[in-house]
């Protein structure tokens, strides 16, 4: 009873790492299925577990869609002003103290925030059997050609960015700049960069990948029906023609049929980007029964810019191959669930659903940290001083001097 009264955090979080192991989310799902693939997994770094709350705060992060980002943004922001500045204090605070104590909170989760999309760490990969039979892809990637893609991210960088999640290869898909893939890999990669390009044409993006060449973009915009000869013209090119996440959603959603009458040759299904994380799954279900009538491919894509450490999806496919069945979609089920259910209520679904998906070493690391920092937070301080590193070293060294001295003496 003391303890709950004197740690109540740290015991609510102990209750909730235990109950979200009853119900646990597998760490993949196959977005086509909606199963849990027996013959793909996640593989966690060594370090990437040892500071699991940190690595696992920063992947939920990263997956939220837009409108929920700024739903659990603004609830958490407020709560742990308003926490910081009415948490009850042994001295009497003035207004000065408790205005920093409110911006603690807020400045901290701010700080992770950045560190999201800019801090270098470790990350998951997916790793296959050999049983699989495929490669690893990623369909729909940016790099500094585009006019929104991060400074300084060029084609080596994209390419380790891959490699350390476990693609193989993965489309080099500017917005409507083609890479024709005669530039020299990137030395030290052995992700295979393949040429596609991005064009956007009348409220739709549409990934082209394989041999394309420059269109006159002009004359398919003004009107839908402009714009689904694109797919033709891709077509006569060579290349494939995938229709992007979020556009077809928002803007031509009563347009699909003609997109598959026009030779569309795929969907995606599946975009990490935040304001395509919010396809609903209702809807991924119906574009996958018209891809599926059809035999048409269905894609995840990373959409990577240079910002974010981790994706959300990968493919595995089969080399050349093009129909439903050519192409496995395997995605985070953080990612799956942000276009479902209520956005507002994402400051409380987001951490629940993060609590989910942890492996037992994750839940194992997290369940460490609390110990650590409730033993921390309980040992004696002197008069007048915080509890401080100085001070566990130094009741630390009191403890060990205290065992070993007795050993010593000769008697
Ligand atoms: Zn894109």
């Given at each position: 009873m003391n303890l709950l009264r004197r740690h109540p955090v740290a015991i609510a979080l102990v209750v909730l790492l235990l109950a979200t192991a009853i119900?646990?989310?597998?760490?993949?799902?196959?977005?086509v299925t909606g199963s849990t693939p027996g013959d793909v997994d996640l593989e966690r770094p060594v370090t990437y577990v040892l500071v699991a709350p940190l690595s696992n705060t920063l992947d939920a992060l990263t997956f939220l869609s837009q409108p929920r980002a700024e739903w659990a943004l603004a609830v958490w922001?407020?709560?742990?002003?308003?926490?910081?500045?009415?948490?009850?204090?042994?001295?009497?605070l003035?207004?000065?103290?408790?205005?920093?104590?409110?911006?603690?909170?807020?400045?901290?989760?701010?700080?992770?925030?950045?560190?999201?999309?800019?801090?270098?760490?470790?990350?998951?990969?997916l790793t296959t059997e050999g049983t699989v039979g495929g490669t690893v892809m990623d369909y729909h990637a940016h790099t500094n050609a585009s006019h929104d893609g991060r400074p300084g991210w060029t084609l080596a960088k994209l390419a380790a960015w891959h490699e350390r999640q476990g693609f193989e290869a993965s489309y080099v898909t500017d917005h409507n700049v083609i890479y024709d893939g005669s530039l020299p890999?990137?030395?030290?990669?052995?992700?295979?960069?393949?040429?596609?390009?991005?064009?956007?044409?009348?409220?739709?993006?549409?990934?082209?990948i394989g041999?394309?060449?420059?269109?006159?973009?002009?004359?398919?915009?003004?009107?839908?029906?402009?714009m689904i000869r694109i797919?033709?013209?891709?077509?006569?090119?060579?290349?494939l023609s995938i229709a992007s996440l979020p556009e077809y959603w928002r803007y031509h959603w009563d347009d699909l049929g003609a997109f598959v009458v026009g030779g569309v040759d795929g969907f995606e299904i599946v975009n990490c980007a935040p304001k395509a994380l919010g396809f609903p799954s209702k809807l991924r279900r119906q574009v996958l029964t018209l891809a599926g009538?059809?035999?048409?491919?269905?894609?995840?894509?990373?959409?990577?810019?240079?910002?974010?450490?981790?994706?959300?999806?990968?493919?595995v496919?089969?080399?050349?191959?093009?129909?439903?069945?050519?192409?496995?979609?395997?995605?985070?089920?953080?990612?799956?669930?942000?276009?479902?259910?209520?956005?507002?209520?994402?400051?409380?679904?987001?951490?629940?659903?993060?609590?989910?998906?942890?492996?037992?070493?994750?839940?194992?690391?997290w369940l460490t940290w609390v110990v650590i920092i409730l033993l921390y937070r309980a040992m004696p301080r002197r008069e007048g001083q915080g509890a401080g590193l100085g001070i566990l070293a130094r009741s630390l060294g009191r403890r060990s001097r205290r065992t070993t001295v007795p050993n010593e003496t000769p008697t």
């Open positions: 119900h646990p989310l597998s760490p993949l799902i196959d977005a922001i407020l709560a742990l002003a308003a926490w910081g500045a009415l948490r009850r204090s042994e001295t009497p003035t207004w000065r103290r408790r205005t920093t104590r409110a911006l603690v909170g807020p400045g901290v989760l701010v700080l992770l925030a950045v560190a999201a999309v800019l801090l270098p760490r470790p990350v998951p990969r890999v990137p030395e030290g990669t052995s992700i295979n960069l393949l040429p596609g390009v991005e064009w956007s044409v009348y409220g739709q993006h549409v990934v082209a041999p394309v060449e420059p269109l006159p973009r002009d004359s398919f915009q003004g009107t839908t029906a402009r797919f033709a013209a891709i077509e006569r090119q060579g290349g009538s059809h035999d048409l491919m269905v894609v995840g894509a990373s959409d990577n810019h240079g910002w974010g450490k981790v994706t959300c999806v990968w493919n496919s089969l080399p050349g191959a093009q129909g439903f069945h050519t192409n496995r979609v395997f995605a985070r089920p953080l990612a799956l669930v942000q276009g479902d259910g209520w956005s507002w209520a994402a400051a409380v679904s987001q951490p629940w659903y993060m609590l989910r998906s942890l492996s037992w070493s994750e839940r194992a690391s």
